[in-house]
Protein backbone atom coordinates (compact mmCIF):
# COMPACT_ATOMS: atom_id res chain seq x y z
CA UNK A 1 0.00 0.00 0.00
CA UNK A 2 1.55 3.44 -0.73
CA UNK A 3 0.12 6.75 -0.33
CA UNK A 4 0.52 9.99 -2.72
CA UNK A 5 -0.67 13.39 -0.89
CA UNK A 6 -0.25 16.61 -3.95
CA UNK A 7 -0.25 20.20 -2.70
CA UNK A 8 1.30 23.47 -3.28
CA UNK A 9 1.68 23.69 0.64
CA UNK A 10 4.98 23.03 2.59
CA UNK A 11 3.65 22.02 5.63
CA UNK A 12 6.71 22.60 8.18
CA UNK A 13 7.10 24.34 9.99
CA UNK A 14 3.61 23.55 11.43
CA UNK A 15 2.98 27.58 11.85
CA UNK A 16 -0.01 27.84 10.33
CA UNK A 17 -3.92 25.57 10.55
CA UNK A 18 -3.57 24.46 6.85
CA UNK A 19 -0.20 23.29 7.34
CA UNK A 20 -1.20 21.72 10.54
CA UNK A 21 -3.73 19.21 9.13
CA UNK A 22 -1.39 18.00 5.97
CA UNK A 23 1.88 17.44 8.62
CA UNK A 24 -0.75 15.26 10.98
CA UNK A 25 -1.85 13.48 7.56
CA UNK A 26 1.46 12.70 6.18
CA UNK A 27 2.57 11.84 10.50
CA UNK A 28 -0.65 9.16 9.88
CA UNK A 29 -0.03 8.17 6.92
CA UNK A 30 3.70 7.35 7.91
CA UNK A 31 2.10 5.21 11.19
CA UNK A 32 0.02 3.27 9.13
CA UNK A 33 2.65 2.21 6.39
CA UNK A 34 5.94 3.40 6.80
CA UNK A 35 7.65 6.65 5.40
CA UNK A 36 8.91 4.80 2.06
CA UNK A 37 5.48 4.31 1.34
CA UNK A 38 4.29 7.66 1.84
CA UNK A 39 5.05 10.69 -1.03
CA UNK A 40 4.37 14.06 -1.21
CA UNK A 41 3.90 15.82 -4.73
CA UNK A 42 4.71 19.88 -3.80
CA UNK A 43 3.98 22.03 -6.42
CA UNK A 44 6.15 25.47 -6.46
CA UNK A 45 8.89 26.45 -4.47
CA UNK A 46 11.29 24.14 -2.49
CA UNK A 47 10.00 23.02 0.86
CA UNK A 48 11.99 24.69 3.99
CA UNK A 49 12.92 21.92 6.10
CA UNK A 50 13.49 18.31 5.49
CA UNK A 51 11.06 16.01 4.88
CA UNK A 52 9.70 12.86 6.54
CA UNK A 53 8.76 11.23 3.49
CA UNK A 54 9.40 10.90 -0.32
CA UNK A 55 9.45 13.94 -1.68
CA UNK A 56 8.64 15.15 -5.02
CA UNK A 57 8.58 18.55 -6.01
CA UNK A 58 7.02 19.80 -9.35
CA UNK A 59 7.34 23.46 -10.98
CA UNK A 60 4.26 26.01 -10.50
CA UNK A 61 3.05 27.49 -13.43
CA UNK A 62 4.39 30.53 -15.28
CA UNK A 63 3.30 34.19 -15.01
CA UNK A 64 2.30 33.39 -18.78
CA UNK A 65 0.31 30.51 -17.89
CA UNK A 66 -1.14 31.80 -15.07
CA UNK A 67 -2.34 35.37 -16.84
CA UNK A 68 -3.80 33.29 -19.90
CA UNK A 69 -6.07 31.46 -16.84
CA UNK A 70 -7.31 34.84 -15.93
CA UNK A 71 -8.77 35.36 -19.56
CA UNK A 72 -9.78 31.97 -20.49
CA UNK A 73 -10.64 30.03 -17.21
CA UNK A 74 -11.76 33.08 -15.25
CA UNK A 75 -13.12 35.35 -16.91
CA UNK A 76 -15.41 32.41 -18.21
CA UNK A 77 -16.34 31.12 -15.02
CA UNK A 78 -14.90 28.31 -15.80
CA UNK A 79 -12.61 28.52 -12.27
CA UNK A 80 -11.77 29.93 -9.57
CA UNK A 81 -8.92 32.73 -9.05
CA UNK A 82 -6.89 30.03 -6.62
CA UNK A 83 -7.62 27.27 -9.38
CA UNK A 84 -5.95 29.75 -12.05
CA UNK A 85 -2.76 30.95 -9.96
CA UNK A 86 -2.07 26.96 -9.55
CA UNK A 87 -3.09 25.42 -13.46
CA UNK A 88 -0.84 24.97 -16.03
CA UNK A 89 -0.09 22.42 -18.54
CA UNK A 90 3.75 21.70 -17.38
CA UNK A 91 2.48 21.51 -13.92
CA UNK A 92 -0.30 19.00 -14.56
CA UNK A 93 2.10 16.85 -16.57
CA UNK A 94 4.62 16.56 -13.81
CA UNK A 95 2.21 15.49 -11.65
CA UNK A 96 0.64 12.69 -13.77
CA UNK A 97 4.05 11.58 -14.54
CA UNK A 98 5.03 11.05 -11.11
CA UNK A 99 1.81 9.62 -9.99
CA UNK A 100 2.18 7.19 -12.71
CA UNK A 101 5.52 6.12 -11.61
CA UNK A 102 4.68 5.71 -7.90
CA UNK A 103 1.02 3.88 -8.50
CA UNK A 104 -0.75 5.09 -5.01
CA UNK A 105 -3.34 3.15 -4.30
CA UNK A 106 -4.75 6.25 -2.38
CA UNK A 107 -4.27 9.73 -3.68
CA UNK A 108 -5.21 12.84 -1.50
CA UNK A 109 -5.40 16.16 -3.22
CA UNK A 110 -5.23 19.71 -1.50
CA UNK A 111 -8.15 21.46 -2.05
CA UNK A 112 -9.91 22.53 -5.61
CA UNK A 113 -6.31 24.04 -6.32
CA UNK A 114 -4.99 20.58 -6.71
CA UNK A 115 -8.29 19.06 -7.90
CA UNK A 116 -8.55 20.14 -10.61
CA UNK A 117 -5.71 18.25 -12.10
CA UNK A 118 -6.89 15.00 -11.59
CA UNK A 119 -9.38 13.62 -14.48
CA UNK A 120 -12.91 12.07 -13.78
CA UNK A 121 -12.08 8.65 -13.41
CA UNK A 122 -9.30 9.13 -10.79
CA UNK A 123 -11.22 11.33 -8.72
CA UNK A 124 -14.36 8.98 -8.45
CA UNK A 125 -11.78 6.54 -6.41
CA UNK A 126 -9.44 8.80 -4.58
CA UNK A 127 -10.02 11.90 -1.91
CA UNK A 128 -9.85 15.58 -1.97
CA UNK A 129 -9.40 17.18 0.95
CA UNK A 130 -11.33 20.63 1.32
CA UNK A 131 -9.53 22.28 4.11
CA UNK A 132 -12.19 24.67 4.80
CA UNK A 133 -15.33 26.19 2.54
CA UNK A 134 -13.34 28.87 1.40
CA UNK A 135 -16.91 30.20 -0.71
CA UNK A 136 -18.08 30.22 2.99
CA UNK A 137 -15.03 32.11 4.13
CA UNK A 138 -15.15 34.68 1.69
CA UNK A 139 -18.88 35.13 1.79
CA UNK A 140 -18.50 35.41 5.57
CA UNK A 141 -15.57 38.23 5.03
CA UNK A 142 -17.79 40.32 2.58
CA UNK A 143 -20.38 40.75 5.30
CA UNK A 144 -18.08 41.48 7.89
CA UNK A 145 -16.48 44.36 5.70
CA UNK A 146 -20.15 45.86 5.46
CA UNK A 147 -20.63 45.19 8.88
CA UNK A 148 -17.16 46.17 9.68
CA UNK A 149 -15.10 48.86 7.33
CA UNK A 150 -11.90 48.26 8.97
CA UNK A 151 -11.69 44.99 7.84
CA UNK A 152 -9.10 43.37 5.19
CA UNK A 153 -11.04 41.46 2.54
CA UNK A 154 -8.46 40.63 0.24
CA UNK A 155 -9.31 37.67 -1.15
CA UNK A 156 -6.08 36.78 -2.22
CA UNK A 157 -3.97 36.44 1.74
CA UNK A 158 -4.00 32.86 1.46
CA UNK A 159 -2.50 32.30 -1.69
CA UNK A 160 -0.59 35.67 -2.41
CA UNK A 161 2.45 33.86 -3.42
CA UNK A 162 1.07 32.44 -6.27
CA UNK A 163 -0.43 35.41 -7.74
CA UNK A 164 1.23 37.44 -10.33
CA UNK A 165 2.77 41.03 -9.47
CA UNK A 166 0.80 42.71 -11.99
CA UNK A 167 -2.66 41.85 -10.24
CA UNK A 168 -1.52 42.15 -6.53
CA UNK A 169 -2.28 45.87 -6.46
CA UNK A 170 -6.22 45.04 -7.21
CA UNK A 171 -6.71 43.38 -3.71
CA UNK A 172 -4.97 46.91 -2.36
CA UNK A 173 -7.99 48.70 -2.92
CA UNK A 174 -11.42 48.36 -1.26
CA UNK A 175 -13.28 48.42 -4.30
CA UNK A 176 -11.62 46.08 -6.70
CA UNK A 177 -11.07 43.73 -3.98
CA UNK A 178 -14.41 43.24 -3.08
CA UNK A 179 -15.09 43.27 -6.44
CA UNK A 180 -12.35 40.04 -6.53
CA UNK A 181 -14.23 38.44 -3.40
CA UNK A 182 -17.69 38.81 -4.93
CA UNK A 183 -16.42 37.44 -7.99
CA UNK A 184 -14.04 34.62 -6.03
CA UNK A 185 -16.99 33.97 -3.89
CA UNK A 186 -19.32 32.16 -6.69
CA UNK A 187 -16.29 31.06 -8.95
CA UNK A 188 -14.81 29.06 -5.95
CA UNK A 189 -18.68 27.54 -4.77
CA UNK A 190 -19.05 25.94 -8.00
CA UNK A 191 -15.22 24.55 -7.85
CA UNK A 192 -16.27 22.81 -4.19
CA UNK A 193 -19.83 21.69 -5.75
CA UNK A 194 -17.96 20.30 -8.71
CA UNK A 195 -15.28 18.51 -6.52
CA UNK A 196 -17.69 17.01 -4.13
CA UNK A 197 -19.58 15.35 -6.74
CA UNK A 198 -16.87 13.86 -8.64
CA UNK A 199 -14.57 12.52 -5.87
CA UNK A 200 -15.32 9.52 -4.05
CA UNK A 201 -14.86 11.59 -0.57
CA UNK A 202 -14.31 14.90 0.75
CA UNK A 203 -13.06 15.52 4.01
CA UNK A 204 -13.54 19.17 5.24
CA UNK A 205 -12.56 19.94 9.45
CA UNK A 206 -15.85 21.74 10.36
CA UNK A 207 -18.88 19.58 10.75
CA UNK A 208 -21.09 22.44 9.80
CA UNK A 209 -19.42 23.11 6.24
CA UNK A 210 -19.95 19.35 5.85
CA UNK A 211 -23.53 19.31 6.56
CA UNK A 212 -23.54 23.00 3.79
CA UNK A 213 -21.63 21.36 1.53
CA UNK A 214 -23.18 18.01 1.15
CA UNK A 215 -27.00 19.75 0.73
CA UNK A 216 -25.40 22.17 -1.94
CA UNK A 217 -24.15 19.74 -4.27
CA UNK A 218 -26.90 17.20 -3.77
CA UNK A 219 -24.80 14.26 -3.03
CA UNK A 220 -25.38 10.93 -0.41
CA UNK A 221 -24.70 11.36 3.08
CA UNK A 222 -21.16 9.99 3.86
CA UNK A 223 -19.88 11.54 0.63
CA UNK A 224 -18.30 14.68 2.71
CA UNK A 225 -16.75 14.01 5.90
CA UNK A 226 -15.69 15.96 8.86
CA UNK A 227 -12.11 15.02 10.23
CA UNK A 228 -10.69 16.46 13.36
CA UNK A 229 -7.01 18.03 13.11
CA UNK A 230 -3.94 15.67 14.43
CA UNK A 231 -2.03 18.03 16.54
CA UNK A 232 1.51 17.98 18.42
CA UNK A 233 0.31 18.80 21.54
CA UNK A 234 -0.26 16.49 24.58
CA UNK A 235 -2.94 16.43 26.79
CA UNK A 236 -0.93 15.20 29.97
CA UNK A 237 1.36 18.37 29.52
CA UNK A 238 1.36 19.32 33.19
CA UNK A 239 -0.54 23.18 33.68
CA UNK A 240 2.08 25.69 35.92
CA UNK A 241 -0.59 28.11 36.26
CA UNK A 242 0.10 30.03 39.82
CA UNK A 243 -2.62 32.64 39.40
CA UNK A 244 -1.09 35.39 37.50
CA UNK A 245 -3.14 37.60 35.16
CA UNK A 246 -1.44 36.50 32.03
CA UNK A 247 -3.16 35.62 28.56
CA UNK A 248 -2.15 34.36 25.25
CA UNK A 249 -3.07 35.04 21.46
CA UNK A 250 -1.73 32.73 18.83
CA UNK A 251 -2.27 32.98 15.30
CA UNK A 252 -0.97 33.70 11.71
CA UNK A 253 -1.91 37.77 11.76
CA UNK A 254 -1.71 38.20 7.65
CA UNK A 255 -5.02 36.29 7.82
CA UNK A 256 -7.46 38.95 7.72
CA UNK A 257 -9.96 37.22 10.70
CA UNK A 258 -7.21 36.83 13.22
CA UNK A 259 -5.85 40.63 12.08
CA UNK A 260 -9.11 41.69 12.59
CA UNK A 261 -10.20 39.95 15.87
CA UNK A 262 -7.08 41.12 17.75
CA UNK A 263 -7.64 44.72 16.78
CA UNK A 264 -11.13 44.67 17.73
CA UNK A 265 -9.40 42.88 20.96
CA UNK A 266 -7.35 45.30 21.88
CA UNK A 267 -9.67 48.33 20.86
CA UNK A 268 -12.77 47.03 22.98
CA UNK A 269 -11.75 44.25 25.69
CA UNK A 270 -8.43 44.57 26.92
CA UNK A 271 -8.80 48.26 28.45
CA UNK A 272 -11.68 46.78 30.50
CA UNK A 273 -9.14 43.98 31.79
CA UNK A 274 -6.91 46.03 32.47
CA UNK A 275 -9.38 48.10 34.54
CA UNK A 276 -9.80 45.38 36.35
CA UNK A 277 -6.74 43.57 36.94
CA UNK A 278 -3.84 46.35 36.00
CA UNK A 279 -0.86 43.73 36.19
CA UNK A 280 -2.95 42.01 33.58
CA UNK A 281 -0.51 40.76 30.61
CA UNK A 282 -1.13 39.54 27.02
CA UNK A 283 1.64 38.07 24.55
CA UNK A 284 0.89 37.80 20.89
CA UNK A 285 2.64 34.84 19.08
CA UNK A 286 2.07 35.56 15.28
CA UNK A 287 3.64 36.15 12.42
CA UNK A 288 3.09 39.19 10.11
CA UNK A 289 1.77 41.79 12.83
CA UNK A 290 0.47 44.47 10.34
CA UNK A 291 1.29 48.11 11.86
CA UNK A 292 -2.43 48.84 12.90
CA UNK A 293 -2.06 46.16 15.45
CA UNK A 294 1.54 47.03 16.59
CA UNK A 295 0.66 50.39 16.88
CA UNK A 296 -2.73 49.48 19.25
CA UNK A 297 -0.45 47.01 20.87
CA UNK A 298 2.45 50.51 21.81
CA UNK A 299 -0.57 52.55 23.30
CA UNK A 300 -0.59 49.31 25.61
CA UNK A 301 2.97 49.62 26.23
CA UNK A 302 4.35 47.02 29.32
CA UNK A 303 1.06 45.06 29.30
CA UNK A 304 0.98 43.94 25.41
CA UNK A 305 3.81 41.43 23.87
CA UNK A 306 4.12 40.97 20.32
CA UNK A 307 6.22 37.88 19.30
CA UNK A 308 6.62 36.25 15.86
CA UNK A 309 6.60 32.84 15.51
CA UNK A 310 7.88 30.45 18.09
CA UNK A 311 8.45 26.89 17.61
CA UNK A 312 7.32 25.99 21.46
CA UNK A 313 4.24 27.10 22.87
CA UNK A 314 4.59 24.93 25.71
CA UNK A 315 5.56 27.39 27.91
CA UNK A 316 3.42 30.17 26.60
CA UNK A 317 0.12 27.82 27.11
CA UNK A 318 1.23 25.99 29.88
CA UNK A 319 1.54 29.43 32.16
CA UNK A 320 -1.20 31.49 30.88
CA UNK A 321 -4.54 31.94 32.39
CA UNK A 322 -6.56 31.88 29.12
CA UNK A 323 -5.37 31.72 25.24
CA UNK A 324 -8.13 34.37 23.83
CA UNK A 325 -9.76 33.32 20.50
CA UNK A 326 -11.83 37.22 19.39
CA UNK A 327 -12.76 36.26 15.83
CA UNK A 328 -15.51 38.38 14.68
CA UNK A 329 -15.61 36.34 11.13
CA UNK A 330 -14.08 33.07 9.69
CA UNK A 331 -14.92 30.16 8.87
CA UNK A 332 -13.46 26.33 9.50
CA UNK A 333 -12.41 25.59 13.22
CA UNK A 334 -10.03 26.82 14.62
CA UNK A 335 -7.16 24.53 15.36
CA UNK A 336 -5.34 27.16 18.22
CA UNK A 337 -8.42 26.92 20.23
CA UNK A 338 -7.56 22.47 19.60
CA UNK A 339 -3.91 23.37 20.97
CA UNK A 340 -5.03 25.10 24.06
CA UNK A 341 -7.01 22.45 24.89
CA UNK A 342 -4.25 19.95 24.40
CA UNK A 343 -2.45 21.80 26.58
CA UNK A 344 -4.95 22.12 29.28
CA UNK A 345 -5.79 25.66 28.70
CA UNK A 346 -8.95 27.16 28.88
CA UNK A 347 -10.11 29.25 25.96
CA UNK A 348 -12.38 32.51 25.94
CA UNK A 349 -13.79 32.66 22.33
CA UNK A 350 -16.25 34.66 20.48
CA UNK A 351 -18.99 32.48 18.96
CA UNK A 352 -17.18 32.43 15.10
CA UNK A 353 -13.95 31.56 16.64
CA UNK A 354 -15.31 28.28 18.95
CA UNK A 355 -17.52 27.25 16.11
CA UNK A 356 -17.33 23.86 15.08
CA UNK A 357 -15.76 22.62 18.49
CA UNK A 358 -17.87 22.08 21.82
CA UNK A 359 -18.10 25.36 23.94
CA UNK A 360 -20.06 25.40 27.55
CA UNK A 361 -19.93 23.62 30.91
CA UNK A 362 -17.05 20.85 30.67
CA UNK A 363 -15.63 21.50 27.54
CA UNK A 364 -12.78 23.95 28.63
CA UNK A 365 -14.13 26.42 26.29
CA UNK A 366 -16.26 29.96 27.62
CA UNK A 367 -17.23 32.05 24.57
CA UNK A 368 -17.92 35.50 25.08
CA UNK A 369 -19.80 37.88 22.47
CA UNK A 370 -19.55 41.78 23.71
CA UNK A 371 -16.86 43.47 25.21
CA UNK A 372 -17.52 43.49 28.59
CA UNK A 373 -18.94 39.70 29.17
CA UNK A 374 -15.67 38.49 27.65
CA UNK A 375 -13.65 40.49 29.62
CA UNK A 376 -15.43 39.09 32.68
CA UNK A 377 -14.69 35.93 31.25
CA UNK A 378 -10.93 36.78 31.50
CA UNK A 379 -10.92 37.95 34.71
CA UNK A 380 -13.06 35.09 36.46
CA UNK A 381 -10.32 32.42 34.86
CA UNK A 382 -7.32 33.86 36.50
CA UNK A 383 -8.76 32.58 40.56
CA UNK A 384 -6.78 29.55 40.63
CA UNK A 385 -9.71 26.91 41.66
CA UNK A 386 -11.80 28.17 38.88
CA UNK A 387 -8.85 27.81 36.22
CA UNK A 388 -8.07 24.32 37.47
CA UNK A 389 -11.48 23.26 36.75
CA UNK A 390 -11.43 24.47 33.30
CA UNK A 391 -8.46 23.05 32.97
CA UNK A 392 -9.57 19.70 33.55
CA UNK A 393 -12.44 20.28 31.37
CA UNK A 394 -10.16 21.14 28.46
CA UNK A 395 -7.70 18.06 29.35
CA UNK A 396 -10.81 15.89 28.77
CA UNK A 397 -12.05 17.56 25.89
CA UNK A 398 -9.12 17.17 23.96
CA UNK A 399 -8.43 13.38 25.17
CA UNK A 400 -11.93 12.32 23.93
CA UNK A 401 -11.93 14.38 20.61
CA UNK A 402 -8.67 15.41 19.37
CA UNK A 403 -5.70 13.11 20.72
CA UNK A 404 -3.97 10.95 18.40
CA UNK A 405 -5.33 7.53 19.51
CA UNK A 406 -9.24 9.54 18.70
CA UNK A 407 -7.98 11.43 15.30
CA UNK A 408 -6.14 8.18 14.15
CA UNK A 409 -9.30 6.34 14.54
CA UNK A 410 -11.15 8.94 12.44
CA UNK A 411 -8.66 8.98 9.69
CA UNK A 412 -9.07 5.54 9.45
CA UNK A 413 -12.72 5.57 8.59
CA UNK A 414 -12.17 8.60 6.27
CA UNK A 415 -9.43 7.17 3.93
CA UNK A 416 -11.19 3.94 4.34
CA UNK A 417 -7.69 2.30 6.04
CA UNK A 418 -9.18 0.15 8.55
CA UNK A 419 -7.58 -3.05 9.45
CA UNK A 420 -5.21 -2.39 6.30
CA UNK A 421 -2.07 -2.48 8.72
Not at 84 to 97: E, K, N, P, V, Y
Not at 346 to 353: K, L
Not at 368 to 396: D, I, K, W
Request: aromatic letters at 8%; proline letters at 6%; one cysteine or more.
Amino acid sequence: MSVALVSAVDPYPTDAGKKIVLAGFLDYFTDRYGPDKVHYIKVGAAPQLDFPVNLHQVPGPSRAAVIGNLATRVATGRASLQEAFLRSRRTGRAISRIIGEIRPQLQVYDTVRMAQYVPASVAAQQICYLDDLFSERYDRQLKAAERFPDVDSSPLAAFAEHVPRLIQPLADNRTSRTALLRAERTLVRRSEDRVARRFRRCLLVNQGEVDILTRRAGVPPGRVQCVPPLLRASAAQERRYAGAPAFVFVGLLSLPHNDDGLRWFLRTVWPIVLTRLPAARLRVIGRYAGSDVLELAGHHAGSVAVDGYVPDLGDALGTAAALINPLRFGSGIKLKVIEALGHSLPVVSTPVGAEGIASGSGTGVLVGTEPAEFAELLCSLTEPARNAEYSEAAREHFASTYSRQAVFAAYDTAFSLAGAH
